[in-house]
């Protein structure tokens, strides 16, 4: 049976590249998103299309009913996800991209979120570092997939880091 992190429980301190195995999984916290995100997230990224601040244009609108928290805000959520409960915090890490974003769902003021993570591959990219990727999906409260996304994280091999010590 694969282990499965308790919801919200931490990563270890030292979680090498070669300590994460293929089918591993994690469910992170969660968090509530709210219509202040929407604003403060126009603030830095200018995304002030009518689907995330107009309510009489998403009420026209047949996909929707409601304005919506911004796809790439959501992203960056469940990043933060990532960087804090998924990524070890003493071993060096860097996020290597995203692929296959998919927004599937529209997420609203007052949804709670959350990531479920699955590790589906992992490779040796040098003696410092391996690539470790997870199929991550972003669900909501009533339990549907609201965004899915790979990520890749760059995660340090135990032996370069003995190295160091």
């Given at each position: ?131 470790v990727t997870w199929n991550v999906n972003v ?27």
């Amino acid at each position: 049976m694969d282990h499965v992190l308790a919801k919200g429980e931490d990563m270890p301190d030292f979680k090498y590249f070669e300590d994460y195995k293929i089918g591993e999984k994690q469910v992170t916290s969660s968090r509530t998103m709210t219509e202040a995100d929407i604003r403060l997230f126009i603030g830095c990224s200018d995304n002030t299309h009518p689907v995330h601040v107009d309510e009489e244009y998403c009420k026209r609108h047949p996909a929707i009913s409601g304005c919506i928290v911004q796809g790439v805000l959501t992203l960056g959520v469940a990043d933060g996800f990532m960087a804090r409960e998924i990524g070890p915090s003493k071993v060096p890490t860097v996020h290597y991209g995203h692929d296959k974003v998919r927004y599937i769902r529209p997420v609203y003021p007052g949804d709670s979120i959350h990531c479920e993570t699955e590790v589906i591959d992992k490779y040796e990219k040098n003696e410092q570092f391996g690539v470790v990727t997870w199929n991550v999906n972003v669900v909501n409260q009533k339990g549907e997939v609201v965004l899915f996304h790979i990520d890749k994280q760059y995660i340090g091999r135990r032996s370069a880091n003995d190295k160091q010590e």
